[in-house]
Nanobody, 127 residues
């Protein structure tokens, strides 16, 4: 497993932007896919965005396409989630995660395929 620490959450008005960061340490981060999930109160954890180890495969959930961008810098062991045009329905705890399988070519959207998780960072969007 890899140790993940998220930062960058906060309170923002609708239409605003935030940039979440995820710092990784432990196993070599550059050979695993990474993803962001989110969980709103009383709701299940859902996939938001993912990026495979090489950057050749990127997935977004439909509700964030065109608004969110995931990126990574393997040399810095850091993953980012750039969020813009935020909506109240984006309010949730956001979690960074790392894939359990090395060199996966296609990003998985299933939480069960990720075995490392950060503690989460809260994003609250006011209307």
């Amino acid at each position: 497993q890899v140790h993940l620490v998220e930062s960058g959450g906060g309170l923002v008005q609708a239409g605003g932007s935030l940039r979440l960061s995820c710092a990784a340490s432990g196993r070599p981060n550059g050979i695993y896919a990474v993803a962001w999930f989110r969980q709103a109160p009383a709701k299940e954890r859902e996939f938001v965005a993912g990026l495979n180890w090489s950057g050749s495969s990127i997935q977004y959930t439909d509700s964030v396409k065109g608004r969110f961008t995931i990126d990574r810098d393997n040399a810095k062991n850091t993953v980012w989630l750039e969020m813009s045009s935020l909506k109240p329905e984006d309010t949730a705890n956001y979690y960074c995660s790392a894939d359990r399988q090395r060199f996966r070519q296609v990003v998985s959207t299933a939480a069960s395929e990720y075995d490392s998780w950060g503690q989460g960072t809260l994003v609250a969007v006011s209307s």
